[in-house]
């Protein structure tokens, strides 16, 4: 057995072309360290509906060059199976480890399978390159990041032609092409071939963010901005600045990207201490709101002054200011956002007689909804242009954002001025999560199958009157492995993340409010409610 591990390790040495993970495999095969060997080469990264996403390393269980070249070659593959012989794949990457190494790698394949690769000239938001691949009628795209995830990470985003993210069955089919990569000597690389594109489809990127702006909105919001260590500020100043609202106070000590994140523990705004700079900062300089991108600039957080200090908005509250601002402005179109999320905008959609769809977790799916008009997602994920961006989109999501409050301001109102009113017009959505990080991944499965076997018929009291179990679909929804039970007055949904070690349990529970009057007692209740509701949760599932 080890021999056959070290055989298969020295096997993956001889094609490994980075000198770096070279040096580690070296060491870890010389010091005959079967424990982390066994580990790197226990099976490969599955390549699923978020492309690649590990740790970086050497072996087949990390993220490395030579896994990104072997993916880069069944994308090619696939590509040209399904008739795509003549197009361009468009390639972006973030400022992560081996970002730039990785989307080399990439256009030298795509280059020596004969297609035609474009590089963006530097590291640039994930939303700049889902509008590139629309905007130069690309067959394919790769976003080469790891998003939010810790520092040791990075990931493989890819896209087809039509500008939203893969879903089944294109993903196992790509990964069927993956498998099929015998050997990297198989793998043409050119060294040169490829186009690194200049600065003019950043550009239009750019001149697209103006429209989603309402032609002479207020623009006096004043603004706190982090870019969490990512890549988000440059092109997020240059849309504030040509929409004319006053330049945002950066929070410097996270300003400028640095793939070490040395400020964070996660460079997620979601985490606990990640918007801690950005609070010092804004207390320092008393703005209308804060404002944050993660390190790929696709999600936006804000956060708002609450009873003098400041706090974070959930995600479903951001989510539902968009909405009834967009509804304010006129806006026609279908709005979608996936199950996790708050179940206000079907309410804010339905007032507005508008369409509105629900999807399964992920932009991947949101972005394919017909007619889509709005799209978001709890997890600080919009999409306020669906026909520039069909994905979510950080920076224009901070435009509309600050064009809402300061249309607020200029009627001497905030964000939770106008929190209060949706509140009492569609009742209290309140809404929660219960996340547990793993180290070992049995532990997910084993709650999962706890409660299928042992479904829970009451949460806080509350009599479960609907249990479906995702995994069959419904009438609406494609499988998924996940589980919806409906309450009186409350929803859960519990999954495995599709990005992370995490099971994540969604709850949501609404409180009929009858005046403003009314709303401590209701978010009383509420706040009440969705504890109690999460700690039996919890002792359910056994986590």
Request: charged share 25%; with cysteine; glycine share 8%.
């Amino acid at each position: 057995m080890h021999d056959d591990l070290i055989a298969r390790a020295k096997a993956w040495l001889t094609e490994d072309p980075d000198t770096d993970t070279r040096a580690e495999l070296a060491e870890l095969i010389d010091a005959k360290d079967v424990a982390e060997l066994a580990e790197r080469f226990s099976g490969t990264l599955q390549f699923g509906t978020a492309g690649l996403r590990g740790e970086l390393g050497a072996g087949p269980m990390r993220m490395n060059r030579t896994v990104v070249i072997r993916a880069a070659a069944g994308l090619a593959a696939y590509l040209k199976k399904n008739g795509h012989t003549d197009g361009v794949v468009v390639i972006g990457y973030d400022a992560r480890h081996k970002s730039a190494a990785f989307a080399e790698d990439t256009a030298a394949v795509m280059t020596g399978a004969g297609l035609r690769a474009a590089v963006l000239p530097r590291p640039l938001p994930t939303p700049v390159l889902a509008f590139a691949i629309r905007h130069l009628g690309a067959i394919a795209g790769v976003e080469v990041t790891a998003s939010h995830n810790p520092p040791r990470d990075n990931g493989y985003k890819v896209y087809l032609g039509d500008g939203s993210q893969i879903v089944p069955p294109a993903d196992a089919e790509i990964a069927a092409e993956i498998d099929a990569v015998a050997s990297l000597t198989t793998v043409p690389r050119p060294t040169t071939g490829w186009e690194t594109l200049d600065d003019a489809v950043l550009d239009a990127y750019l001149a697209r963010t103006d429209a989603v702006l309402a032609p002479g909105s207020p623009r006096t919001a004043r603004t706190v901005y982090t870019a969490m260590h990512g890549v988000g500020k440059e092109t997020l100043l240059a849309a504030f600045a040509r929409a004319g609202f006053p330049r945002p106070v950066l929070v410097a000590e996270q300003a400028d990207p640095d793939p070490d994140f040395p400020t964070v523990a996660f460079p997620n705004p979601e985490e606990p201490g990640a918007m801690d700079l950005a609070f010092a900062k804004a207390r320092e300089t008393d703005p209308d709101l804060i404002i944050a991108n993660d390190p790929d600039a696709d999600r936006l957080a804000v956060a708002v002054k609450d009873a003098g200090d400041w706090r974070m908005l959930r995600g479903d509250e951001v989510g539902a200011l968009l909405a009834t601002h967009l509804v304010a402005r006129g806006a026609r179109g279908t709005f979608a956002e996936s199950i996790v999320s708050s179940s206000l905008l079907g309410r804010i959609a339905e007032k507005a007689n508008l369409p509105y769809e629900e999807t399964l977790t992920g932009f991947k799916w949101i972005a394919r909804v017909e007619g889509l008009r709005y799209g978001y997602e709890e997890a600080l994920g919009y999409c306020v242009d669906p026909d520039g961006v069909r994905d979510k989109d950080g920076i224009t999501a901070a435009l509309l954002m600050t064009e809402l409050a300061s249309t607020l301001k200029a009627e001497n109102r905030t964000l939770l001025d106008l929190l209060d009113d949706i509140a009492v017009e569609h009742g209290l959505h309140a809404t929660d999560q219960l996340s547990v990080r793993v180290e070992d991944l049995s532990v997910i499965a084993a709650a999962m199958r706890r409660l299928r076997e042992q479904p829970p018929t009451r949460l806080a009291g509350l009599p479960i009157t609907r249990s479906e179990d995702l995994t069959q679909g419904t009438d609406t929804l494609p499988p998924t492995d996940g589980l919806r039970y409906t309450l009186d007055g409350a929803r859960v949904v519990v999954r495995p993340s599709g990005t992370e070690p995490k099971l994540k349990c969604y709850l949501e529970v609404v409180v009929p409010v009858a005046a403003h009057a009314d709303l401590p007692a209701a978010r009383a209740k509420a706040t009440d409610l969705l504890a109690t509701i999460k700690r039996d949760l919890s002792t359910a599932a056994g986590i």
